[in-house]
């Protein structure tokens, strides 16, 4: 894990590593999140009985009931809708401020033959919603037109000079996706063109409230009562392509152009990290499960390039680390136009070409990323103050301007703190910043926004340009405003359990039950359990002088494993806790037949005494990504008790293929 630095905002030492990629562990303070027991049982009694979640879910209810609660998830209909998302859970896109008058003038272009241009973003949202726009249009027998800004050539958001040449082109209808909330000139100027400006947006609009378009979609808007607020940018353009191709397409292809258009906005999604519930979790869940059945051969393409198997829908994960930073390099590196014609080309050679492309400029962006954290740290090791601010700002010259948000993202992950990366080009200086769960970055912006020629952004990111000049000012203000609204203890790293669960635990019905949660992702993390006392069966092996295996096992007696679901209360015991009791142990005594009667009756499965003692002995591998410094601080013998914390996977390898963890932390006891 990273975290802060010696000296920093809390006084306790810390281990260190490097920002380009030498891992340190920083010991983690281990909470249990809190849980209506009393809920969770009775979410529990309605997954065994309830005929829709039969199977793996019946065997693990007790386990997977709570995750729910922890999720606002209490009754069986709601539970319903989360384990199986479906179409039919989207909302109505009228419920959407301005969607209606968007649409109307979208169809009255289409009926009139006009040619219509899409001024979209050029990250992986924008360029995704570029996409969805362009071929709903298409399919409703329109031409559209769209143009991508050059990051460093033209930077965030609309110019004036965009809407004017296309204007002067003949163009009367433009469409912003995923920007142009706050692009008061740019609108001012296309009504002065006669060019009726639609914006679509995801971004918090400003105090000032929002231009004056034709049509403003965004459910952040005030007064629009959307329910799906956190909604990215292409979802906001999704929902525009799914009421348009509703008023203009029969209602037989509905469904199938629905189910086509979630690839590309599961991408968007997961890329630009929204949270993965509600109307976020229906796209990202359908467009998962679409993935592996592709048939754009952009998207063939870049599945594999990014070695994705089709053999089963790809993972949150995937998407995040695989697919959206090859999508995200062209913007970055290059020109994101690449992006829109890889998902338009039809040739399958043509497409492979822009696909190996987009993977060289992930390649060339990664060597830039790890020149310019070289960089920071050499800073970080001159300039004390750095290291003691409650909001980082760093700033170089020449840095690329392409690569210091995810250079943000990084300096985040290892301090813990708000970080904003600044670029300096002659008197002109470009920013890109990052922030943790304790602190709205976007405000913190907003108090300094005399200092800026433009920003934008929400809670956790932002962009801003700006006078170099004001660089140094900008630091000692938000590092101001900071410590009125952080506190040491913001800075602690912290994980999160969702219980303890022991290995005897940990089965294949355990497993598949747990996959109905996923997509894992913001507001949806992948449910992470803590055991106790394990052992660890063989000498640690150490993976590419980086990563550690560990083989483990439970090690705690038969009458250890059971008395972790013992309820204190024998006159009300849990149905879980009673049919988890063999008949062979003591405390099955107190246990009356209409008690055992009772929760047989409620559904739950009975493990037999010899499965239990099976699961026992059943060895693990555990793998812990970057914690092999710490065996050379600390070694690991065979036959070794360890708590660790973990999240449970499955290994897919057709010959060394099984259930598997994946470490968290551990720690040895007593130390």
Request: glycine letters at 8%; charged letters at 25%.
């Amino acid at each position: 894990m990273w975290g802060r630095p010696l000296g920093g905002p809390a006084s306790e030492a810390r281990l260190l590593h490097s920002l380009s990629g030498v891992h340190c562990y920083i010991p983690m303070q281990w909470i249990q999140k809190p849980t209506d027991q009393s809920l969770a049982d009775a979410l529990a009694a309605s997954l065994c009985s309830d005929s829709p979640f039969r199977g793996p879910v019946a065997h693990s209810a007790t386990i997977l009931a709570p995750l729910l609660i922890r999720r606002g998830i209490s009754d069986p209909d709601s539970a319903q809708r989360f384990l199986s998302p479906s179409l039919d859970h989207l909302h109505s896109p009228e419920l959407m401020t301005g969607l209606r008058a968007a649409v109307d003038r979208l169809d009255a272009a289409i009926e009139r033959k006009e040619p219509i241009l899409i001024y979209g973003d050029y990250d992986v949202d924008g360029t995704m919603a570029v996409i969805i726009l362009k071929t709903a249009i298409e399919l409703c027998g329109g031409t559209s037109d769209f143009h991508v800004p050059h990051r460093i050539r033209e930077g965030y958001d609309m110019r004036d000079d965009v809407i004017e040449r296309a204007a002067a082109a003949g163009i009367r209808l433009i469409i912003s996706v995923d920007m142009g909330i706050r692009a008061f000139a740019p609108a001012e100027t296309a009504r002065c063109l006669g060019v009726d400006l639609i914006v679509t947006d995801h971004h918090l609009p400003g105090s000032d409230g929002v231009p004056n378009a034709l049509a403003v979609v965004n459910p952040n808007q005030k007064g629009c009562e959307y329910p799906c607020k956190q909604i990215c940018g292409a979802g906001v353009a999704f929902k525009v392509a799914q009421a348009l191709m509703c008023r203009r397409l029969d209602s037989k292809d509905h469904t199938k152009l629905l189910r086509s258009f979630m690839k590309v906005v599961a991408i968007a999604t997961i890329a630009d990290a929204v949270p993965l519930v509600s109307e976020n979790r229906v796209f990202a869940s359908l467009g998962l499960d679409a993935l592996r059945k592709a048939v754009n051969p952009g998207l063939k393409a870049l599945l594999e390039t990014a070695q994705i198997s089709t053999s089963r829908p790809p993972s949150s994960g995937e998407v995040g680390f695989r697919i959206a930073p090859r999508i995200n390099a062209a913007g970055r590196m290059d020109v994101a136009r690449d992006v829109i014609e890889l998902f338009s080309v039809k040739d399958v050679t043509r497409a492979r070409e822009l696909a190996a492309k987009l993977d060289q400029l992930n390649t060339d962006r990664q060597e830039e990323e790890r020149r310019i954290l070289r960089s920071v740290e050499e800073r970080f090791a001159e300039d004390a103050s750095l290291a003691d601010a409650y909001c980082i700002v760093i700033d170089g010259d020449g840095w690329h301007r392409g690569v210091i948000g995810i250079t943000a993202t990084r300096i985040v992950e290892r301090y813990n703190r708000p970080t904003l990366v600044i670029s300096r080009d002659g008197d002109q200086a470009y920013g890109s910043g990052r922030s943790i769960r304790a602190f709205h970055l976007l405000e913190a912006v907003e108090s300094c926004g005399n200092l800026f020629s433009r920003y934008g952004g929400h809670s956790h990111a932002c962009g801003f340009a700006m006078p170099a000049a004001n660089v140094p000012e900008l630091r000692t203000r938000l590092d101001q405003f900071a410590r009125t609204r952080l506190k040491p203890a913001d800075f602690d790293p912290i994980l999160e359990l969702d219980g303890d669960l022991d290995l005897a635990e940990v089965t294949p019905e355990l497993y598949h039950a747990l996959q109905l949660l996923e997509p894992y992702g913001m507001g949806n993390a992948e449910p992470v359990f803590a055991s106790s006392r394990v052992e660890l069966t063989a000498p640690p092996r150490i993976l590419k002088d980086k990563h550690v295996k560990l083989k483990l096992r439970a090690g705690m007696s038969l009458a250890g494993v059971l008395q972790h679901s013992a309820v204190e209360d024998s006159s009300e015991l849990a149905a879980a806790a009673i049919l988890a009791t063999p008949r062979c142990h003591p405390d099955a005594s107190s246990i009356r037949r209409s008690e055992k009667n009772s929760a047989t009756a409620a559904g739950y499965l009975v493990p037999s005494d010899e499965d239990r003692v099976r699961r026992m002995r059943v060895t693990f591998d555990a793998l812990g990504w970057h914690m092999a410094d710490r065996l050379q601080k600390s070694p690991l013998l065979a036959g070794d008790p360890l708590d660790i914390a973990f999240s449970i996977g499955n290994n897919d390898h057709p010959e060394y293929g099984g259930l598997e963890l994946s470490l968290r932390d551990f720690r040895v006891p007593g130390k």
